[in-house]
């Protein structure tokens, strides 16, 4: 499901990944800096537990026999 932000969250975590602060992020988007952070990191730990949820066990360690 996409939330509303998740397009400029990913536009931010994809400019602080490539070198830019916080604060020029925030300017590109027109919001304070804090704003801009929260975007990216939110956007960031949403497709980090996206990618860990569907992510296929190598291993079963079940205690099952």
Request: hydrophobic share 30%; glycine share 10%; net charge negative.
């Amino acid at each position: 499901m996409s939330m509303p932000w998740d397009e400029d969250g990913g536009y931010a975590w994809e400019r602080r990944e490539a070198g830019y602060t916080w604060e020029q992020i925030g300017s590109e988007l027109g919001c304070p800096a804090h704003v801009a952070q929260n975007l990216g990191e939110r956007y960031r730990a949403d497709i980090t537990a996206e990618m860990t949820r569907n992510q296929l066990s190598l291993f079963d360690i079940s205690t099952e026999t």
